[in-house]
């Protein structure tokens, strides 16, 4: 099965990596915010054998140019990137997938051109201002030293905490404070430690934090007509599920729920076998409803 890997200059003038892998009705993966690629290893190759699978990188994250414009950074914006690696592919629609802040972005992907969507998957992942229910008490305090720091503040910052990712036993950490499921293997969390420590932009990073703060797609939920499907993880300490995909579930009319009693933020690892499956029925489901149509 080959891929092929290509690039487009967004609007803003940035260079955007993505990937073109399988054969069948799309899929666009959007990534959620210091992820990549890595993130759907064990489910791009899997959706890739019946789908054809579009994943790409975040400006600033993995292959992609770190952004050029504060705007371009802005959730509508990377939709608009989204919706030209779709236009470049020269695929007409597909079911949009979005992980964690990737569901922001499919959600805009929606608002900008619903004829497009054939359906929309919600990972563990908001509506909006993503700090507001990451982290518990401990999201809304790091917004505010992101929003309060000099960009050359959050760089040594970040670089602080490159260092402390790159220590041994980090990955017990991320555990023990319930960042990372304790199912997540070791070669799975070392693709996000290599990403964190040698993939990403900080003044990319800083400012696509603060926009994805600031954006909330709360408005659109009740007129979303494309099939939804919300998948949400009891256990998941950046998107819990009373706080995030039940109200999603409740506000997006006729959505369906995955509900993964030890679901964490890194379920994409350790719940893949389960999430794989239940999105493959959905978008099985679309395309009955195509053929139907």
């Given amino acids: 099965m080959s891929a092929r890997e290509r690039t487009i200059v967004a609007a803003d003038g940035t ?23 890595f993130f759907w290893t064990h489910l791009a190759p899997r959706w890739a054998r019946r789908f054809t699978v579009i994943t790409w990188d975040l400006k600033g994250h993995g292959r ?59 990972l563990l992942g908001p509506a909006g201002r993503v700090f507001d229910t990451a982290l518990g008490p401990v999201g809304p305090i790091l917004h505010g030293l992101i929003a309060r720091l000099p960009v050359s503040g959050f760089r040594l910052a970040f670089r602080g905490a490159r260092g402390l990712v790159g220590l041994p ?80 579930h409740r506000a997006i009319p006729g959505s369906r729920l995955l509900r993964l009693e030890d679901g964490t933020h890194t379920s994409l690892f350790e719940h893949h076998a389960a999430i794989g499956a239940a999105v493959e029925r959905f978008c099985e489901g679309l395309t009955a409803r195509r053929e139907v149509g």
Avoid at 18 to 32: F, T, W
């Fill in 15 to 37: 260079r955007v990596f993505y990937r073109r892998e399988g054969e069948g009705p799309a899929l666009l993966l959007c990534n959620g915010i210091t992820t990549s690629r």
């Fill in 64 to 122: 992609s140019e770190p952004a050029r414009t504060r705007e371009g950074v802005e959730i509508p914006a990377l939709a608009g990137d989204a919706l030209q690696i779709l236009h470049a592919e020269g695929l007409t629609d597909a079911a949009v997938v979005g992980f964690s802040m990737g569901c922001q972005v499919a959600l805009e992907v929606y608002r900008a051109a619903p004829s497009r969507v054939r359906g929309l998957v919600l």
């Fill in 169 to 248: 036993g980090s990955r017990r950490l991320g555990q023990l404070l319930g960042l990372i499921g304790p199912a997540a293997t070791p070669a799975d969390v070392k693709l996000y430690i290599e990403h964190f420590v040698r993939e990403l932009d900080p003044g990319t990073l800083a400012a696509m934090a603060l926009a994805a703060q600031s954006h909330d797609a709360a408005d659109l939920l009740p007129t979303i007509a494309a099939p939804t499907l919300i998948v949400a993880g009891d256990r998941d300490v950046f998107a819990p599920a009373p706080r995030v995909g039940l109200p999603l």
